[in-house]
C-alpha cells in the first residue's frame, strides 16, 4: 500500500499512503485499540457541519482567506454529504475530550482541501489542520458543539418515530374501545377496564416523553463554540464566534444562540445528562408497554391469549409451530440499554474537573446510540407488532365473566366486608360474582344487572347508580 511520514512535536510517524487522516490520527488508531466501534455517520456530518461553519465564520471574520476557506469548506461539504466516512477511523474510546476525533477531522478535511487546490496530501504548511481548519477553536469548544448540533439533529427523528408509534397505539384504541376486558393489579384479577383504554393509555405515555424530550430542545440549541481551551475565549475572534453560529443556524435549520456563559458551557454537561434522562425515561415506558403487551399476548393456550401479535419469525429452533412476542422482546433490550447508556452519561459527566469535563466522547457515543435505536425500535415496534395486534373478545369475555374484580362495583351499595363476602361465595362455589350475589339477595336482580353492565363497570362514576344513568342521557 505504501505509507508517507508525517510528524508532529512527538516525532516521525508512518501514514498509510492513502489516507486522508494524518499523524495525529495514526496515533490515535495505533493507541487505542479498543472497540472496533467508529463514530456513527450522524456525528461524522455533525463534525463536518461545525468545521464548515467555523471556515465560513473565520472568512468572515477576515482571519482566514478566501482561497483556503473555500477549499476547507468545500472538503466539509463533501463529507456532510456522506464522502470520506470511512476516513473516521478513531475508536469511540479514545483519549480524553475527544481530540483524537477532532484532529481526524481537522486532517481529513486539510488533506482533502490540499487535493481541492491540487496540492499533495501532507502539504501542511499550505492548508494546516491546527492552524487554519481548526482556527478559533479547541476540542474542548468543538466537541460539546457537535454534541448538541448531532443531538438536535437526531432528537427530530426520533421525535417523528415516537409520533408515529403514538399515532399506531391511538389507532388501536379507537379500535378496541368496545372491547371490555378484566383489568389486572399486582398481577392479580382487578375493576374491568376497555381494551381501547389500556391502548390510549399507552399511546398518551409516548406522548408524553415526547414532550419531556422536546423540552430539552431549548438547552441544547445553546452553544459554546468560540469558548477555545478553558471558556476564556482566547484566540477566538469575537465576530468568528458570532458569524459561526449564524452560520450553524442556516446550515442546520435550527434556531441556535451563543452560549451566555462560556465557561459555564465548558464545564457542564448536564444539558446532555438531561437529555439522557428524557431518553431513559421514553425506554422505561416503551419496557412497560412490551412487557404488558408480552402478558397480553402469552399463549396461546396457556396463557392471558386476550391479544394475538403478528407472527414474523419462527419463534424455536427446536419447537415446531412455536411463534415468539419477538418485536416487543427487541424493545425491551433496547430500552435495557438506553437505561445502561443512560448510567454511563451520568457518570461521565459528573466526572469533568475544574474547567473541562474530558469525558465527552464516551457522552456523545452514549447519546448517539440512544437515539439510534430509539428512533429505529419505535419505527419497528409501531409497524411489525402494534399495527398488526388483533383482539381475542371472546378469550376476554370469558375472563371478565369470570374475574372477582368486578365486586368492587358493590362496594357503595353494600360496603366492602359484604362484597368481599360475596367474592369468597364466588370463588368457593366456582360462581360469577354477579350469580352469588343474586343467590345472596344483597340487592334486587334488576339493580344487579344495572350495577354489573360491563360498560357501566369501565367509566367514572358509582356503576348503576340513577345520576350515571342521567348524565348517559
Request: charged content about 25%; glycine content about 8%.
Amino acid at each position: 500500500m505504501g505509507f508517507r511520514v508525517e510528524h508532529d512535536y512527538l516525532g516521525e510517524v508512518r501514514v498509510p499512503a492513502d489516507a486522508y487522516w494524518g499523524v495525529q490520527t495514526q496515533r490515535a488508531v495505533q493507541n487505542f485499540p479498543i472497540s472496533g466501534i467508529r463514530p456513527s455517520k450522524e456525528y461524522i456530518v455533525a463534525t463536518a457541519t461545525v468545521k464548515r461553519a467555523a471556515a465560513e465564520a473565520n472568512l468572515l471574520a477576515g482571519r482566514l482567506d478566501r482561497r483556503r476557506a473555500d477549499a476547507i469548506m468545500k472538503a466539509a461539504e463533501e463529507i456532510m454529504e456522506g464522502r470520506l466516512q470511512d476516513q473516521f477511523v478513531v475508536d469511540v474510546y479514545q483519549a480524553g475530550a475527544g481530540t483524537s476525533h477532532n484532529m481526524n477531522a481537522n486532517e481529513v478535511i486539510a488533506n482533502r482541501a490540499l487535493e481541492i487546490l491540487g496540492e499533495r496530501r501532507g502539504s501542511y504548511d499550505i492548508v494546516s489542520p491546527n492552524d487554519h481548519v481548526n482556527m478559533g477553536q479547541s476540542t474542548n469548544d468543538v466537541i460539546p458543539t457537535i454534541i448538541r448540533v448531532v443531538s438536535l439533529t437526531m432528537l427530530k427523528a426520533l421525535l417523528g418515530r415516537m409520533e408515529h408509534l403514538s399515532s399506531a397505539l391511538h389507532l388501536k384504541a379507537e379500535e378496541f374501545d368496545g372491547i371490555i376486558k378484566s383489568g389486572r393489579t399486582h398481577l392479580m384479577d382487578a375493576a374491568p377496564i376497555r381494551l381501547g383504554q389500556e391502548f390510549e393509555a399507552w399511546a398518551r405515555m409516548i406522548s408524553r416523553d415526547a414532550e419531556r424530550l422536546s423540552g430539552c430542545e431549548a438547552r441544547l440549541a445553546e452553544m459554546n463554540i468560540g469558548a477555545t481551551a478553558v471558556g476564556t475565549g482566547l484566540n477566538a475572534d469575537p465576530r468568528y464566534v458570532e458569524e459561526a453560529v449564524k452560520v450553524l443556524c442556516r446550515l442546520t435549520g435550527f434556531r441556535l444562540r451563543n452560549a451566555g456563559h462560556l465557561p459555564e458551557m465548558t464545564q457542564s454537561t448536564t444539558d446532555f445528562v438531561d437529555l439522557s434522562g428524557g431518553l431513559r425515561a421514553l425506554a422505561v415506558d416503551l419496557i412497560k408497554i412490551s412487557n404488558d403487551i408480552r402478558l397480553m399476548a402469552s399463549g396461546p393456550k396457556t396463557g392471558l391469549a386476550e391479544i394475538e401479535l403478528p407472527a414474523v419469525q419462527p419463534g424455536s429452533s427446536i419447537m415446531p409451530g412455536k411463534v415468539n412476542p419477538s418485536i416487543p422482546e427487541m424493545v425491551d433490550m433496547v430500552g435495557f440499554q438506553v437505561i445502561g447508556n443512560d448510567t454511563a452519561i451520568t457518570l461521565a459527566s459528573q466526572a469533568g474537573q475544574l474547567e473541562l469535563n474530558v469525558m465527552m466522547p464516551l457522552i456523545a457515543y452514549c447519546l448517539v446510540h440512544s437515539m439510534t435505536i430509539l428512533r429505529t425500535s419505535c419505527e419497528v415496534f409501531a409497524d411489525k407488532a402494534v399495527a398488526g395486534i388483533r383482539a381475542n373478545r371472546e378469550r376476554m369475555e370469558k375472563l371478565l365473566h369470570e374475574s372477582p374484580g368486578v365486586a368492587l362495583a358493590l362496594n357503595p351499595y353494600v360496603g366492602y366486608l359484604k362484597a368481599a363476602e360475596v367474592v369468597k361465595k364466588a370463588l368457593a362455589e366456582n360462581k360469577t360474582v354477579k350469580d352469588a350475589a343474586i343467590e345472596m339477595k344483597l340487592l334486587p336482580r334488576e339493580e344487579l344487572e344495572r350495577i354489573f353492565d360491563p360498560h357501566e363497570l369501565t367509566k367514572m362514576g358509582i356503576a348503576g347508580s340513577p345520576s350515571k344513568r342521567r348524565s348517559k342521557r
